[in-house]
């Protein structure tokens, strides 16, 4: 990977990061409401992975979702619209945080419940291959939505048809309150993939370069028809699981021991010392980043609401 | 001072809490029901008190939590299973709807299955298509399955301890925004009947017939209207199935007019039974057609003006018994 492509991955966790931080403050001001999840420690998946794979190739996300849409190439102006229910949004302010699709960039949605999406990323390479487009599809979830019935389906089926797919588990370490140690008797998720078949791989989630890597060598796979792998993102969320979360369930010191290994700060480091970046230009890109972020809030702030009557028509298509 | 006023999850809480106590086959099931407390703090402390072998957290596995259910209720335990939002009962729906509630009859009536589902329902949080369903018209549905819907704290600790208690599978529906209601509620042991509903407030004029959430906001309208010299009368339902069909019959016997409010989808929805139930078997009495106020059809929306326009408000309520009675 050259330095231009490292700058962009740099400038894509930095914006993820900026657009979970203002979210957050309009949640608190009233302006973004129900509930959601964010993404802030674990930037360096959605990027790094979606750095592997070419525009046409296809995602689907989950309810921590903001990285994922932003790494695939989401309008931030959209992705804030939708969040405070407004007409310009990704989905018209029907969806919200927790729904945000982008089909155009190839971001087949997100999902609220947990688990559901990883058939529908199988179903999205089934069509893959039947069309014969040479496209691949990256499916996001958590390691809470590996214990889903519905994992476990999607994954044998994608196995024994050999489809396009790449199961990117990203392994926060917690399902709600509920940690990986309690929620399964293996060590590794990536372990799984025995049973079914397919390659395993464990992945420092918290580098970036190193989820690019993995995900290119199993997006190649893929392309040529050799099927899916089953990728684990080792990471962690900074913040709580969603605004309701009181934080009873970890301790401090394991939150601060994470936020040392802050992927974001991991990959300045290797810009200025491996990549000699002048630091001139991180803070240039830094308040880019900033200033696209601003622009978002301005433009969803200015933006309509849809009415009822506009909503009753888009329930069925005509 | 006789009651004390404590909320609806409280209430909730001091069920479970009761049951386990006299009842050593009770258990809860559910995700994040232990040190979380549950997404709606309902089952908080309960851990502390009964330890993880009975206040269980899982898995994301909503299948094999009711079917965990169903398996040690056929061996002689009570679980209480947490679903954590009504939507989700969807991805459970094979264990309740084809095993929980047909077991016993499939088996000759020789197995019970004495299972308890909680789960949050409803709209009003912002939480958009997947985090807001009202279902229960489709469990009312099912031939064996009991489905109860409490509007009040009172209701809430009454129908748990007794649906608890009861031989029969049952779906409990608890809306989200009721969770921090308050209200009065004995320190001494009592118990609601489930099947049995209940005149909230007395009117001549007018029926207003809702479970859950809708009761609270039929009670709201009721005052208003009371300013304006109209006397509704509030049914609770309570419990869905089985249903009360005498009170409601009774209700409309004497007021002569009926409303029917509920939060799911207006088609195909459990108001309409309610409907059919009335001109089946008091058409008689009516001095005017039976209304009723149901939901949009239409997935929840994320966009709070919207996502109003999607249920029953006390408004809406107002309205339609005004022009009922012009
Ligand atoms: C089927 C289903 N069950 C439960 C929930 C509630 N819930 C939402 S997110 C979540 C935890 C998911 O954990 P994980 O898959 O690890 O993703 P993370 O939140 O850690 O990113 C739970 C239990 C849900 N949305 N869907």
Same mark, same amino acid.
Request: aromatic share 8%; net charge negative.
């Given at each position: 990977?050259?330095?231009?492509?490292?700058?962009?991955?740099?400038?894509?966790?930095?914006?993820?990061?900026?657009?979970?931080?203002?979210?957050?403050?309009?949640?608190?001001?009233?302006?973004?409401? %129900?509930?959601?999840?964010?993404?802030?420690?674990? $930037? *360096? #998946?959605?990027?790094? +992975?979606?750095?592997? /794979?070419?525009?046409?190739?296809?995602?689907?996300?989950?309810?921590?979702?903001?990285?994922?849409?932003?790494?695939?190439?989401?309008?931030?102006?959209?992705?804030?619209?939708?969040?405070?229910?407004?007409?310009?949004?990704?989905?018209?302010?029907?969806?919200?945080?927790?729904?945000?699709?982008?089909?155009?960039?190839?971001?087949?949605?997100?999902?609220?419940?947990?688990?559901?999406?990883?058939?529908?990323?199988?179903?999205?390479?089934?069509?893959?291959?039947?069309?014969?487009?040479?496209?691949?599809?990256?499916?996001?979830?958590?390691? %809470?939505?590996?214990?889903?019935?519905?994992?476990? $389906? *999607? #994954?044998?089926?994608? +196995?024994?048809?050999? /489809?396009?797919?790449?199961?990117?588990?990203?392994?926060?370490?917690?399902?709600?309150?509920?940690?990986?140690?309690?929620?399964?008797?293996?060590?590794?998720?990536?372990?799984?993939?025995?049973?079914?078949?397919?390659?395993?791989?464990?992945?420092?989630?918290?580098?970036?370069?190193?989820?690019?890597?993995?995900?290119?060598?199993?997006?190649?796979?893929?392309?040529?028809?050799?099927?899916?792998?089953?990728?684990?993102?080792?990471?962690?969320?900074?913040?709580?699981?969603?605004?309701?979360?009181?934080?009873?369930?970890?301790?401090?010191?394991?939150?601060?021991?994470?936020?040392?290994?802050?992927?974001?700060?991991?990959?300045?480091?290797?810009?200025?010392?491996?990549?000699?970046?002048?630091?001139?230009?991180?803070?240039?890109?830094?308040?880019?980043?900033?200033?696209?972020?601003?622009?978002?809030?301005?433009?969803?702030?200015?933006?309509?609401?849809?009415?009822?009557?506009?909503?009753?028509?888009?329930?069925?298509?005509? | 001072?006789?009651?004390?006023?404590?909320?609806?999850?409280?209430?909730?809480?001091?069920?479970?809490?009761?049951?386990?106590?006299?009842?050593?086959?009770?258990?809860?099931?559910?995700?994040?029901?232990?040190?979380?407390?549950?997404?709606?703090?309902?089952?908080?402390?309960?851990?502390?008190?009964?330890?993880?072998?009975?206040?269980?957290?899982?898995?994301?596995?909503?299948?094999?939590?009711?079917?965990?259910?169903?398996?040690?209720?056929?061996?002689?335990?009570?679980?209480?299973?947490?679903?954590?939002?009504?939507?989700?009962?969807?991805?459970?729906?094979?264990?309740?709807?084809?095993?929980?509630?047909?077991?016993?009859?499939?088996?000759?009536?020789?197995?019970?299955?004495?299972?308890?589902?909680?789960?949050?329902?409803?709209?009003?949080?912002?939480?958009?298509?997947?985090?807001?369903?009202?279902?229960?018209?489709?469990?009312?549905?099912?031939?064996?399955?009991?489905?109860?819907?409490?509007?009040?704290?009172?209701?809430?600790?009454?129908?748990?301890?007794?649906?608890?208690?009861?031989?029969?599978?049952?779906?409990?529906?608890?809306?989200?925004?009721?969770?921090?209601?308050?209200?009065?509620?004995?320190?001494?042991?009592?118990?609601?009947?489930?099947?049995?509903?209940?005149?909230?407030?007395?009117?001549?004029?007018?029926?207003?017939?809702?479970?859950?959430?809708?009761?609270?906001?039929?009670?709201?309208?009721?005052?208003?209207?009371?300013?304006?010299?109209?006397?509704?009368?509030?049914?609770?339902?309570?419990?869905?199935?089985?249903?009360?069909?005498?009170?409601?019959?009774?209700?409309?016997?004497?007021?002569?007019?009926?409303?029917?409010?509920?939060?799911?989808?207006?088609?195909?929805?459990?108001?309409?039974?309610?409907?059919?139930?009335?001109?089946?078997?008091?058409?008689?009495?009516?001095?005017?057609?039976?209304?009723?106020?149901?939901?949009?059809?239409?997935?929840?929306?994320?966009?709070?003006?919207?996502?109003?326009?999607?249920?029953?408000?006390?408004?809406?309520?107002?309205?339609?018994?005004?022009?009922?009675?012009?």
């Amino acid at each position: 990977m050259d330095l231009q492509q490292k700058l962009k991955l740099y400038y894509q966790m930095l914006l993820i990061r900026d657009f979970e931080e203002t979210a957050e403050e309009l949640y608190m001001a009233g302006k973004v409401w %129900g509930t959601f999840h964010l993404y802030v420690g674990e $930037e *360096a #998946v959605a990027v790094g +992975a979606c750095a592997a /794979l070419q525009p046409e190739d296809y995602i689907t996300s989950t309810h921590r979702g903001h990285g994922h849409c932003i790494a695939k190439g989401a309008d931030v102006k959209k992705m804030m619209a939708e969040l405070m229910g407004k007409k310009t949004g990704y989905c018209l302010g029907l969806g919200g945080s927790m729904h945000i699709a982008d089909l155009e960039k190839g971001n087949l949605g997100a999902t609220g419940i947990v688990g559901s999406a990883i058939p529908i990323a199988v179903g999205a390479a089934l069509g893959c291959k039947l069309q014969k487009n040479g496209r691949v599809v990256l499916c996001f979830f958590g390691d %809470g939505a590996a214990n889903t019935g519905a994992f476990h $389906e *999607a #994954v044998n089926m994608a +196995a024994i048809f050999k /489809l396009p797919v790449v199961f990117m588990c990203e392994n926060n370490m917690y399902a709600m309150s509920f940690s990986v140690k309690k929620a399964f008797a293996i060590a590794d998720i990536a372990e799984r993939a025995q049973g079914y078949g397919i390659p395993g791989v464990v992945a420092n989630g918290n580098d970036v370069l190193e989820v690019y890597e993995i995900t290119k060598e199993a997006v190649e796979r893929a392309r040529k028809g050799e099927g899916p792998t089953l990728i684990e993102a080792k990471t962690y969320r900074f913040k709580g699981h969603s605004k309701s979360d009181k934080n009873v369930y970890r301790s401090k010191e394991e939150i601060k021991e994470w936020m040392r290994r802050d992927p974001i700060l991991l990959f300045e480091k290797h810009l200025l010392e491996e990549e000699k970046v002048d630091p001139q230009k991180l803070q240039e890109i830094k308040q880019k980043a900033e200033k696209e972020i601003e622009e978002a809030v301005a433009f969803a702030e200015a933006s309509e609401e849809l009415s009822i009557e506009e909503a009753r028509r888009l329930v069925y298509a005509e | 001072m006789p009651n004390r006023i404590i909320t609806y999850a409280e209430a909730l809480r001091e069920a479970m809490r009761e049951e386990m106590r006299n009842d050593a086959s009770v258990f809860l099931i559910g995700e994040d029901i232990g040190i979380y407390g549950g997404a709606f703090g309902v089952t908080q402390g309960l851990i502390e008190e009964f330890g993880p072998e009975r206040v269980i957290d899982t898995p994301i596995s909503e299948v094999a939590i009711v079917g965990a259910a169903v398996g040690a209720s056929l061996i002689g335990m009570r679980p209480v299973a947490e679903i954590m939002f009504f939507d989700f009962m969807t991805i459970c729906s094979d264990q309740l709807v084809n095993q929980a509630a047909k077991i016993r009859f499939m088996f000759g009536g020789k197995a019970r299955v004495p299972i308890v589902v909680r789960s949050p329902a409803g709209s009003g949080t912002g939480a958009a298509g997947h985090h807001s369903g009202s279902l229960e018209s489709w469990f009312a549905h099912v031939p064996g399955l009991k489905v109860v819907a409490p509007a009040t704290p009172y209701d809430a600790k009454g129908l748990l301890k007794s649906s608890i208690r009861d031989d029969n599978p049952v779906v409990f529906v608890e809306h989200k925004l009721l969770y921090r209601t308050k209200g009065p509620v004995p320190e001494e042991e009592y118990l609601v009947p489930i099947g049995k509903a209940e005149i909230k407030r007395e009117g001549k004029d007018v029926s207003l017939i809702a479970y859950s959430i809708m009761t609270m906001r039929s009670l709201e309208a009721a005052e208003i209207l009371a300013k304006e010299g109209i006397e509704a009368e509030v049914v609770d339902i309570r419990s869905l199935r089985p249903l009360d069909e005498e009170t409601i019959l009774q209700s409309v016997k004497k007021t002569n007019r009926a409303v029917v409010i509920y939060e799911p989808p207006r088609f195909g929805g459990f108001g309409a039974e309610v409907v059919s139930l009335i001109t089946e078997k008091a058409f008689d009495y009516l001095d005017a057609p039976v209304e009723r106020l149901g939901g949009e059809e239409m997935p929840p929306p994320y966009n709070p003006h919207l996502e109003r326009e999607l249920v029953p408000q006390v408004e809406d309520i107002v309205e339609t018994v005004k022009r009922m009675l012009e």
